[in-house]
């Protein structure tokens, strides 16, 4: 019973790079969504979807994209990044008003 | 759209002491409001949700919440902690016409409990 995967586990950028993290999750869930969690500031969320091909912006969207064609599959893409992108990143789904299921988080650090 | 206040951003407890973790909202519209824990490396995992029904709701692992919609607070009780309940706790809401896919969370209590 997998859950929610999220990969990789870590990973180190340079200023400008690019590069997507990757969210699958295997419960049939219509709801999926992407949060970034930094000291102090609890987690806020970057994008969400109700479904497939259906996606819209959550409290801090800039600098990332996202795209879901499949119900399983929820990728978020930095597209260049920056040091203010570095943080742990959490991918979650449920159904509505459904318990939020997250994976174990993907520590991202920007040089 | 909603916000999350957690009062307290650490709290140091005895183990089998009681223990209170605040949480205020404000929202212009009606509510629904979770508790999340975190232990540490590990993603987030629901304690207990109010969606409607009985103010007093119970949840996983002993922890309780009560919803005050008077003074818009849903603050976690536990009347006694265990040393395994050493965490962050995270409490959340969403619109009731919304998501829980959309939530706004606070910005967390670590509860650390000693012996």
């Known amino acids: 019973n997998a859950g929610v995967t999220q990969t990789p586990k870590f990973q180190v950028l340079k200023t400008g790079q690019s590069m997507t993290l990757q969210c699958a999750q295997d419960?049939?869930?219509?709801?999926m969504s992407w949060y970034r969690q930094d000291p102090g500031m609890g987690l806020r969320l970057i994008h969400y979807?109700?479904?497939?091909?259906?996606?819209d912006q959550g409290e801090v969207p800039n600098g990332y994209n996202v795209s879901r064609s499949t119900t399983e599959d929820f990728p978020l893409r930095l597209l260049s990044a920056a040091p203010s992108q570095t943080s742990v990143y959490f991918c979650?789904?449920?159904?509505?008003?459904?318990?939020?299921?997250f994976g174990e988080g993907s520590r991202l650090t920007v040089l | 759209a909603q916000s999350v206040t957690q009062l307290d951003s650490q709290v140091p407890v005895f183990e089998e002491a009681p223990v209170e973790l605040r949480c205020n909202y404000s929202?212009?519209?009606?509510?629904?409001l979770f508790w999340y824990v975190q232990y540490p490396n590990q993603g987030l995992q629901l304690l207990l949700k109010?969606?409607?029904?009985?103010?007093l709701v119970k949840g996983i692992n002993g922890f309780e919440a009560e919803f005050n919609k008077s003074q818009t607070s849903f603050h976690l009780r536990k009347p006694s902690v265990h040393i395994s309940d050493t965490a962050e706790y995270f409490c959340?809401?969403?619109?009731?016409?919304?998501?829980?896919?959309?939530?706004?969370f606070g910005t967390g209590t670590r509860l650390q409990v000693t012996l």
């Open positions: 419960m049939n869930h219509e709801y």
């Open positions: 929202s212009s519209v009606s509510v629904y």
């Open positions: 959340a809401a969403c619109g009731s016409t919304g998501t829980a896919s959309k939530l706004t």
């Open positions: 109010y969606l409607s029904g009985s103010t």
């Open positions: 979650a789904s449920s159904y509505p008003y459904g318990e939020l299921f």
């Open positions: 979807s109700v479904g497939a091909g259906i996606t």
